[in-house]
């Protein structure tokens, strides 16, 4: 495959897998082209993703020459997503979770001339691995840029602190050490930690498989509900508590387990939480990163 070709190919994947994602109808507990929660609006995430672009090529180009800067790249991709639409963080997990991936895409062709999901996940094993304590700054200074109120405290790498910085440099801390002590209440911190487990191992193989059986609107959503029926949303849990993330869960299994049709089930779900303004933004960061993969590995055109 020649150099433009592999760009197109794996920056229009990581592209498509946001604007998908965002389209996906009818999802609860998430904004929609039709549906917004508060102020927080579908041309937001569209802006996001269109403004994104070069910088998606840049980390294209970084895996492409073997010169991984994953920080750099999260960190511009939010500054753009701040400056280009006016409602905050929008997809800053999304974004977390992409740039490694198009980074290891792209060695992972430059590497062995093919794209598979086995080789892959090694390609992407090499990259964070590769990466350095300055790439946890830049990752934890993107995160300080959305001036989040969910951040909970941490006996190490606490970004609450004034000397978190110096932490991180003097425990030469790489973007996976600074995750480990957030895996057990954030999904995104999970995947970085384990190189994607919840991706590879359980998301993705859930689309593929649902994909090839309906459409993908559908196979979307249904991956969707049963990742919010086996686990808490993590941003949900950050912002609204434990209680609240669980009985979301517990209602979404019992819905789930009900064999009613998906779109029903889905309404079902908006309905009951509708008032309280919940975006399980975390599970959908997860759709992302697969419909990536899925994108990438199965072609769009058999879906698109």
């Known amino acids: 495959m020649k150099k433009n070709d592999l760009t197109n190919k794996i920056v229009g994947s990581a592209i498509l897998a946001l604007l998908y994602e965002v389209s996906v109808h009818p999802k609860p507990l998430n904004v929609t082209k039709i549906k917004s929660i508060g102020n927080l609006k579908f041309e937001n995430f569209l802006a996001t993703t269109a403004y994104n672009a070069l910088t998606f090529y840049s980390a294209f180009r970084d895996g492409y020459v073997k010169r991984f800067r994953i920080g750099k790249r999260i960190y511009e991709a939010t500054e753009l997503m701040l400056k280009y ?12 979770l992409l740039i490694p991936l198009i ?13 598979s999901i086995e080789r892959l996940r090694d390609c992407l094993k090499i990259v964070l691995d590769s990466s350095e304590p300055e790439d946890s700054i830049m990752i934890c200074k993107a995160i300080l840029l959305t001036k989040p109120k969910w951040l909970l405290k ?5 970004i609450t602190k004034k000397d978190w910085e110096r932490e991180i440099l003097e425990k030469k801390a790489k973007p996976r050490e600074i995750m480990r002590s957030a895996t057990q209440y954030d999904w995104i911190a999970h995947e ?8 590879f191992e359980e998301s993705f193989p ?13 196979a979307c959503l249904r991956t969707f509900l049963t990742l919010l029926s086996k686990r808490i949303d993590s941003h949900v849990y950050r912002k609204f508590g434990y209680e609240i993330a669980e009985r979301i869960r ?32 975390t599970t959908a960061d997860l759709i992302v990163a697969s419909l990536f993969l899925l994108f990438l590995t199965e072609d769009s055109r058999r879906y698109i």
């Open 85 to 96: 639409q006016s409602q905050g963080n929008t997809s800053l997990g999304s974004l977390m």
């Open 103 to 115: 980074t290891s895409s792209a060695l992972c062709f430059k590497e062995s001339k093919e794209i």
């Open 154 to 158: 941490q006996e190490e790498f606490d």
């Open 192 to 199: 970085y930690y384990t190189y994607y487990k919840i991706t």
């Open 206 to 218: 859930l689309l593929l498989k649902y994909s090839n059986e309906e459409s993908l609107n559908r």
């Open 250 to 281: 517990k209602f979404v299994d019992e819905k789930m387990k009900t064999k009613k049709d998906i779109e029903i089930i889905a309404n079902e779900i908006d309905e009951e939480f509708s008032s309280l303004k919940i975006n399980a933004g």
